[in-house]
């Protein structure tokens, strides 16, 4: 791990044998970097530690510790003169060492998402924080009742009379009405923003930030779109089948509320899969440990650092941080003996051993995973594994009969559950960037086209509202839904190249990677090591030979 990674050392030889040591643009820009660092470094730990220890409180002054904070750090990087000297280091052309390029990249990047003046960011943090608070307040009704979202969510689950389907359905849509001008105010000044940034809009302004670009993930989607269609229709047939059995009505029928979710963006538990057994008299902090120690990722240090069981005050979900990028990493679980922790401890030790396989010379703005998505990426191949019958098998001593039962019902929900998602995620990211490109369109029937192109489901007649506005990502994360697809892409390319050309295996059918080393090995060597060294696309092109590409994900979920 200390150790200077092949990847790097071969950049700084060639820069070397190049002839050329660094340019008087290349010093300059690395005394700002190791100026900037000494800047950034103390206030990123302290906000990690203040973040930490909020989650374990719950203590609102601890919270306001991290706001401060986080303040102090956006205030570094919306500093105009600072910006004016990186983007004209960028434009000079002379910065030529690949990792100087790198990081120049990098800090240009974060320094451009908080050029947005001041006066115009309070408005639009305003605006978003008191959408964020109308959602947390609103309540749908339903024959004037108030009902709570968890009460909607229990009767789209359960109830098998279409009519109080649609009313609660409706309900869960109400508070669309109430934000949706809201929602468009704010799109129109994220637009403005990212305009006086020279961007088109501010979806454009997101994605070039993130080292993303539209007409790339246009190809992802594009192709994705093309090779789940007919796998999707089918599987989405047998279940319309029966879903309108369980409620009587007829397939042509079926209108959204006979989905078991508001968006159709989970699987209806119509197939029995109950895991939960398997996992009641098992140690799933002690199964997660003894997994990452055999394949070569020990975890010890970063369990014995993290807040596993529940507490009054702890923040109830799960999270990984890394604290200082010095190996300072730690999840916070809320464990229970059960498949849903077991797959969550999983996850998120996924990106904790990310963080912590990091090459410790790799540069400090360098130091950490190359995208969201990536990180996202491995949290999800090892997060896949609880549900994964021949992982279960060996973790859990399981019968080949008990394997076979389970083989059955998880293949057929993990199917339905990534085909259902991708549909989804292609909706999602559709829309949001049609929103940003014109958001004075006919938004409530652009958004019931979407949804009827890529998940097939039946548009209520005569509606016109803005139902879209419901879902609260298009304020609260805005332009960032489709990184949880490109996770599931990346994760399906890194378990086929795994399995066929780092395991030489002739199928996938008997891997759980459960003592596979090498595995654990090549994914620390060509992922975690490198960082953000390289694009995130040379970073997977290097790892496994190709550039992302959904076929793998299709292979391993849809044929
Ligand atoms: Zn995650």
């Known amino acids: 791990m200390k150790t200077l990674t092949r990847s790097v050392m071969m950049l700084v030889i060639c820069s070397t044998l190049a002839g050329c040591g660094p340019n008087a643009q290349e010093r300059e820009l690395q005394r700002f970097i190791t100026t ?11 906000a990690n530690l203040a973040s930490w220890k909020a989650s374990n409180t719950g203590k609102a002054e601890d919270y306001d510790r ?13 500093n105009t003169d600072e910006f004016a000297f990186l983007k004209q280091m960028r434009e000079s052309g002379q910065v030529k060492q690949a990792l100087l390029a790198r990081q120049l990249e990098v800090l240009y990047n974060a320094y451009l998402e908080n050029q947005i003046e001041p006066e115009m960011l309070k408005k639009i943090v305003d605006l978003s924080t008191k959408i964020e608070k109308d959602f947390s307040t609103f309540r749908g009704t339903i024959e004037g009742e108030k009902v709570t979202d968890n009460q909607i969510k229990q009767i789209l689950k359960t109830e098998t009379d279409s009519t109080k389907r649609k009313e609660a359905w409706l309900a869960s849509k109400q508070v669309g009405a109430a934000v949706a001008d809201d929602l468009i105010r704010l799109v129109k000044l994220r637009n403005q923003a990212a305009q006086k940034l020279g961007f088109d809009n501010f979806h454009t302004l997101s994605l070039t930030t993130g080292e993303q670009d539209v007409k790339e993930l246009d190809r992802i989607f594009g192709e994705l779109y093309e090779l789940t269609k007919e796998p999707f229709a089918k599987l989405k047939a047998d279940l319309d089948r029966i879903l309108a059995d369980n409620c009587g009505v007829a397939v042509n029928e079926l209108m959204p509320w006979h989905y078991h979710d508001p ?23 002690e199964l997660a440990t003894r997994f990452y120690a055999g394949i070569g990722l020990p975890v010890s240090a970063i369990l014995r650092r993290s807040d596993l069981y529940e507490r009054e005050g702890k923040n109830p979900h799960a999270f990984c941080t890394d604290i200082d990028r010095e190996g300072d990493v730690r999840i916070l679980c809320n464990l229970k003996n059960n ?3 077991m797959e969550t401890i999983l996850h998120e030790l996924g990106h904790a051993v990310y963080d912590r396989y990091h090459d410790l010379e790799v540069p400090f703005l360098l130091r950490r995973p190359v995208h969201a998505f990536t990180t996202e990426a491995i949290a999800m191949f090892f997060g896949r594994l609880s549900r994964n019958p021949v992982w279960m098998q060996q973790m859990l001593d399981l019968s080949d009969q008990q394997r076979a039962e389970i083989e059955e019902a998880s293949a057929k929900y993990a199917q339905l559950k990534q085909l259902i998602f991708a549909r989804w995620a292609m909706v999602m990211y559709e829309f949001e960037k049609q929103l940003y490109a014109n958001p004075d369109r006919d ?40 990184n949880y697809m490109l996770g599931e892409l990346l994760a399906s390319q890194l378990h086929h190249h795994l399995v066929y050309d780092v395991l030489k295996l002739e199928s996938d059918e008997n891997v759980s990677y459960v003592r596979q080393a090498k595995a654990g090995k090549f994914l620390a060597k060509k992922v975690f090591e490198p960082g953000a060294v ?6 997977i092109e290097r790892a496994t030979g190709e550039l992302l590409t959904p076929k793998y994900f299709v292979q391993q979920f849809v044929e």
């Open 36 to 46: 900037h660092e000494e800047q950034v470094k103390p206030i990123m730990k302290e």
């Open 66 to 78: 991290v706001s401060e904070l986080t303040l102090q750090l956006r205030h570094v990087y919306s």
């Open 263 to 285: 968006f159709f963006q989970e699987t209806p538990m119509v197939y029995e899969l109950d895991l939960d057994a398997n996992y009641e008299s098992k140690d799933i902090k």
């Open 339 to 341: 498949e849903y922790w």
């Open 443 to 482: 938004l409530n029937s652009l958004w019931w086209d979407t949804v009827e192109k890529y998940q097939l489901v039946n548009r209520p007649p005569h509606r016109e509202q803005p139902d879209w506005a419901a879902k609260i990502h298009f304020t609260i994360a805005p332009c960032y839904y489709h």
């Open 534 to 539: 390289y694009h995130w696309n040379e970073m």
